[in-house]
């Protein structure tokens, strides 16, 4: 079968593919991965496809092809809960994609999903519905070390950042507060959200003891001050011990070339947990 007999006759608002991730389908397909069609086409593509048996939505096939890998491949989110029922906020939620991840490994859990983004939001919730979950809060807002109202650039994927610098793709988010979500035990805190990482946890250091295990993509903006060394030592200072990995974003030579996407020279996976979390 081939990749043409997935597109359909009619296109409206972008092209709508939908196709079957189930292994049973793809052995008689040319492709081993069904995901591989979506390599063709542009970015910021709206789309359809399958997921789990459910229809899911995508905003971007480049995006959503590095995000699947990495959650429900190499499973980065991964972690032992201490109860059948844990509480998990994630903070940049996306399209959902962490989310569902999470659902499907504790379908008991309680997750609060933060996403500032008012076109991926509705993405977002179009997704969470279509798996009929319970138990998740989705709330349309970027987390900040204040409650007010932001300049938020819109990138279209999974980029979007807090940022007034930028003059195009520009509009206005509201914000909340970490703090007020960690007032129970946290069993796992996802943190990505685009160069805002260290004034949303500077800002509930306090209420960070209450949180077992911690994800935060750290974000370094080309010619802005790096705030790196002061992240690690507010983890370390709250308790936890830290392993560090790097994802997309690398430079092989980083003294000669520094390699730049979107404003950002650096990514890294900072990993945050308690030593009886974990067995050695």
Same mark, same amino acid.
């Given at each position: #079968?081939g990749?043409k *007999?997935?597109i359909?006759?009619n296109?409206?608002?972008?092209? &709508?593919?939908?196709?079957?991730?189930?292994?049973?389908?793809?052995?008689? *397909?040319? /492709?081993?991965?069904? =995901?591989e069609?979506?390599?063709?086409?542009?970015?910021?593509?709206?789309?359809?496809?399958v997921?789990?048996?459910?229809?899911?939505?995508?905003?971007d096939?480049?995006?959503?092809?590095?995000? +699947?890998?990495?959650?429900?491949?190499?499973?980065?989110?991964?972690?032992?809960?201490?109860? !059948?029922?844990?509480?998990?906020?994630?903070?940049?939620?996306?399209?959902?994609?962490?989310?569902?991840y +999470?659902k &499907?490994?504790?379908?008991?859990?309680?997750?609060?999903?933060?996403?500032?983004?008012s076109t991926?939001?509705?993405?977002? !919730?179009?997704?969470?519905?279509? $798996? !009929?979950?319970?138990?998740?809060?989705?709330?349309? &807002?970027?987390?900040?070390?204040?409650?007010? !109202?932001?300049?938020?650039? /819109?990138?279209?994927?999974?980029?979007?950042?807090?940022?007034?610098?930028? &003059?195009?793709?520009?509009?206005?988010?509201?914000?909340?507060?970490?703090?007020?979500?960690?007032?129970?035990?946290?069993? $796992?805190?996802?943190?990505?959200?685009?160069?805002?990482e260290?004034?949303?946890?500077?800002?509930?250091?306090?209420?960070?003891?209450n949180?077992?295990?911690?994800?935060?993509? =750290? /974000?370094?903006?080309?010619?802005?001050n %790096? %705030?790196?060394?002061?992240?690690? %030592?507010?983890?370390?200072n709250?308790?936890?011990r830290?392993?560090?990995?790097?994802?997309?974003l690398?430079?092989?030579?980083p003294?000669?070339?520094?390699?730049?996407?979107?404003? #950002?020279? #650096?990514?890294?996976n900072?990993?945050?947990f308690?030593?009886?979390?974990?067995? /050695?």
């Amino acid at each position: #079968m081939g990749w043409k *007999s997935f597109i359909p006759t009619n296109i409206k608002d972008g092209v &709508k593919l939908i196709f079957n991730i189930k292994a049973k389908s793809d052995s008689k *397909s040319k /492709h081993s991965n069904p =995901y591989e069609i979506l390599n063709l086409f542009p970015r910021f593509t709206p789309t359809e496809t399958v997921l789990f048996d459910k229809k899911i939505k995508i905003v971007d096939s480049a995006s959503f092809l590095f995000i +699947f890998n990495e959650i429900f491949k190499k499973e980065i989110y991964k972690f032992r809960a201490l109860n !059948e029922s844990p509480y998990i906020i994630d903070a940049g939620a996306n399209i959902g994609l962490a989310s569902i991840y +999470f659902k &499907k490994l504790f379908p008991n859990s309680e997750i609060v999903a933060f996403e500032p983004d008012s076109t991926i939001f509705e993405t977002l !919730e179009f997704n969470i519905q279509s $798996f !009929e979950f319970n138990n998740i809060t989705l709330v349309k &807002k970027a987390l900040w070390k204040e409650e007010t !109202e932001l300049t938020f650039y /819109h990138e279209g994927a999974d980029g979007g950042r807090i940022d007034n610098s930028i &003059k195009t793709n520009k509009t206005t988010v509201k914000t909340a507060i970490l703090l007020k979500y960690l007032n129970k035990p946290v069993d $796992f805190l996802k943190i990505d959200i685009e160069g805002a990482e260290f004034e949303v946890l500077s800002s509930s250091f306090n209420q960070l003891t209450n949180v077992h295990n911690i994800f935060v993509e =750290y /974000h370094s903006f080309a010619g802005k001050n %790096q %705030q790196l060394p002061e992240l690690l %030592q507010l983890l370390k200072n709250s308790g936890f011990r830290l392993y560090v990995s790097s994802p997309g974003l690398e430079s092989p030579q980083p003294l000669l070339n520094i390699k730049t996407y979107e404003g #950002m020279d #650096m990514q890294l996976n900072i990993y945050g947990f308690r030593d009886e979390n974990t067995t /050695h």
